[in-house]
């Protein structure tokens, strides 16, 4: 009768072995935490249903694994244990009646706390010195990474106040998600491999032979419990004992706070999984831990983990799935994007069929191919991405070899066909087909009617999407000579694609009215102003805060058009590669002419005299220039002045900041004098505009 179940439990044991090796010693788990949960679970239930099959070895009864040869062995004192788990608010009702009929407390209090996804180390002080830092391990035996954990600024190498002869602190390492982020956007920017998710950051940092490897790695730390203790009496509860540790000056998580009886637990998984996407450090979920000493002695240990306490964990954000076909996607700017068309996953909540590759360095990286079994990782509002491939299962031929090619980026833009490029030192590659590709255009639209550009309210890309469909707009100018009948169609177009379509009468009478007022809407964006225009545009990296300081640098549309690389150099926050897509754009006919057409189409907009000098480290500074300089004439020395931010004066009063004297200055140098203002030479002139770029 166990013929079955015997089969399935060795099974299990053995893919829970090795994924163990792969998570704990290599710092490259094959599976996602979500499965392995699952084979887990499963085991347990099997040895439970099936005590004849239970045994000390099973990954069931034992912590994490054996610590690695890399490092020296640290034995702890205290051992390190798990945790067990609850997916369910019964599992947290029937943890809490357990302990009720135990203890006699049937409300009893708990230290609720974030569950982070790092990994546990024991912090070893003594006389308040930190000695010795160690990795869980298999939780009698850990690995030695003190170097490594004296790089982690979190963690204080003195601890504050009359310390105790041994303290013995238990916590989390962890990679703050801002961290990995920025870690991770550097990696595909350079070529690196990147970090498959924080846990795994912080782990496979703090696991490296070099310490200077993890010292670039910002980790981060949080205590939450003890080990081995001497030479202080501690206080009767676990919260209490966070609050001397806080003393000691170890960072607690803020998020740790008590609550009471199953209904305070439930109260404080629904509050913190409101905030998880926010938290600034990954959680798997929360952990809620008996406080009072006295009733977690009552409760005890089972081999692997305490009684006393549970951890309640969230929907998981990493899920295993199979890819159907990898597209691509070509977007305003004509950037290429690679992804995944997939199986549909339940993952972070919420189910998902496409997920991002990012680019073609990645795709490479990941080796990511049709049929392959990956990893997909969701957190919080960030696109679902492609974390992994689980090579183990890609499908393959009789000869062992894969079924599928590794993936090529296409050479030609699936839109509209023409050549796609990669700039020189750039991972994104690119359309050329720039104002004819049509994933350009319904983009370039779609921008230019958006609100911060030229506000067209009641245009969405739906409406958007419909028109270029119907062929009838190729550039934004094409906009202002929509008529009526064109926004019906449109609109009938849209519908049709939703699967809408209006019968009646009304629906008809509904839809002229709505039209009208879209082209009332259209009519109002022609009045504009230079900044909306330059923004709407779209030219690459031109953003509204650009856009405008194009617009007060120059004042009118001419002479940005006009403008040279150089020129637009010295635009305040313009580099040299703002500045020459700006030149680029303007140099394309193909742009003047719609530009020249959007005038012709009554889109206008006020012009002015240039506003330079509102930024600038002399900004909100007045200067006066007298006197004969050497190096240039005075109208140079102002217009350079003026480019730093200064306003240049022709007279001295009190709101004077400083004076520039040159040979034979007269009265203006004796009123400054008079009134006290200081006073710069030509040298320092020089000096200063040379300092600053001029
Ligand atoms: N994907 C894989 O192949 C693979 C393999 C092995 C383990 N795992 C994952 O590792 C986890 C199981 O390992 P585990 O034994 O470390 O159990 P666990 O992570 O479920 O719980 C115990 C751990 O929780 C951590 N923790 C975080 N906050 C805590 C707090 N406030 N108080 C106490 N502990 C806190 C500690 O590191 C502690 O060791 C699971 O999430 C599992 O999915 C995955
Ligand atoms: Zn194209």
């Known amino acids: ?25 290599l710092d490259d788990p094959s599976i996602p935490d979500s499965e392995y949960d699952r084979l887990l679970r499963e085991l347990q239930a099997l040895e439970a249903e099936h005590p004849e099959l239970a045994s000390t070895d099973s990954p069931t009864q034992r912590v994490g694994n054996a610590p690695s040869a890399k490092f020296a062995e640290v034995r702890h004192a205290v051992p390190m244990l798990s945790l067990a788990n609850a997916f369910s608010p019964e599992e947290i009702h029937e943890f809490v009646a357990r302990i009720g009929k135990e203890t006699g407390d049937f409300e009893p209090a708990f230290s ?5 996804d790092g990994l546990a180390i024991s912090l070893r002080y003594e006389h308040g010195q930190f000695v010795r830092g ?6 009698a035996t850990g690995e030695d990474v003190t170097a490594n ?18 303290l013995e602190v238990r916590g989390e390492v962890y990679m703050p998600k801002a961290a990995f982020e920025r870690y991770n956007e550097w990696a595909r920017k350079h070529g690196e491999k990147t970090l498959a998710n924080p846990r795994n950051g912080a782990a496979g940092s703090l696991r490296q032979l070099d310490p200077r490897v993890t010292a670039q790695r910002p980790l981060a730390f949080f205590a939450y419990s003890l080990g081995e203790v001497e030479g202080v009496k501690l206080p009767p509860t676990h919260s209490q004992t966070l609050a001397l540790l806080r003393e000691f000056g170890l960072p607690v998580s803020p998020q740790v706070t008590t609550a009471r009886g199953a209904g ?22 929360v952990v809620y831990k008996l406080d009072r000493y006295d009733q977690q002695r009552a409760m005890g240990f089972v081999s692997r983990a305490p009684r006393w306490a549970i951890a309640h964990k969230y929907p998981a954000q990493e899920e295993a799935t199979t890819v159907e076909s990898i597209e691509v996607n070509v977007g305003r700017t004509g950037a290429v994007t690679p992804w995944v068309l997939m199986n549909p996953v339940h993952v972070g909540g919420v189910t998902v069929t496409r997920a991002t590759l990012h680019n073609a360095d990645q795709v490479a990286r990941l080796d990511v191919r049709k049929g392959d079994v990956v990893i997909i990782r969701r957190a919080g509002d960030v696109i679902p991405e492609v974390v992994r491939v689980i090579e183990e299962r890609r499908p393959r031929d009789k000869e062992g070899n894969p079924q599928h090619p590794p993936f090529v980026m296409p050479s030609q833009c699936p839109a509209c ?21 049509p994933a350009q255009r319904i983009q370039a639209l779609f921008h230019f009617a958006s609100r911060r550009a030229m506000d067209i309210e009641g245009l969405g890309e739906r409406f958007i999407t419909a028109l270029v469909e119907l ?55 022609r009045n504009t102003t230079l900044e909306r225009l330059l923004y709407a545009l779209g030219i690459r990296d031109v953003g509204e805060s650009t856009a405008k300081t194009l617009a007060k640098h120059f004042g009118a549309l001419a002479p940005i058009m006009e403008a040279d690389v150089e020129t637009l150099r010295h635009v305040p926050d313009v580099g040299p590669v703002v500045a020459a897509r700006i030149a680029h754009f303007f140099a394309e006919p193909h742009n003047r002419e719609v530009i020249a057409a959007l005038g012709a189409n009554g889109v206008h907009w006020k012009e002015g005299a240039p506003q330079r000098a509102s930024e600038g480290p002399l900004s909100g500074q007045t200067v006066v220039l007298t006197g004969g300089l050497e190096a240039m004439s005075r109208d140079e020395a102002g217009a350079r002045l003026e480019a730093l931010g200064a306003k240049v004066s022709g007279s001295v009063s009190k709101k004077t900041s400083f004076v520039v004297a040159g040979e034979a200055a007269g009265s203006k140098l004796a009123k400054a004098q008079e009134l006290g203002i200081e006073i710069w030479d030509e040298a320092r002139l020089l000096a200063f505009l040379a300092g600053n770029g001029q």
């Open 1 to 25: 009768m166990t013929q079955g179940p015997a089969r399935r439990t060795a099974e299990l044991r053995q893919q829970i072995e090795d994924a163990n090796y792969r998570y704990y010693v």
């Open 112 to 116: 609720a706390e974030p569950k982070l």
């Open 134 to 139: 160690a990795t869980r391990g298999d939780g």
């Open 149 to 166: 954990l004296r790089t982690v600024r979190a963690i204080p190498l003195k601890l504050r106040g009359k310390a105790p002869s041994v």
């Open 264 to 285: 305070g637990l439930l109260e404080y998984f629904e509050h913190i999984g409101q905030q998880r996407d926010d938290l600034p450090y990954d959680i798997d979920g």
């Open 417 to 437: 066909g023409s050549a796609v490029e990669r700039e020189e030192g750039e991972v994104v590659a690119r359309c050329t087909g720039g104002l004819f590709c």
């Open 471 to 525: 062929d009838h707009v190729h550039t934004v100018a094409d906009l202002y000579r929509l008529t009526l009948d064109d926004f019906l169609e449109m609109k009938r177009r849209a519908d049709e694609r939703d699967g809408i379509t209006p019968e009646t009468v009304k629906a008809g009478k509904v839809a002229t009215r709505w039209a009208e007022n879209l082209i009332a809407a259209i009519d109002a964006s």
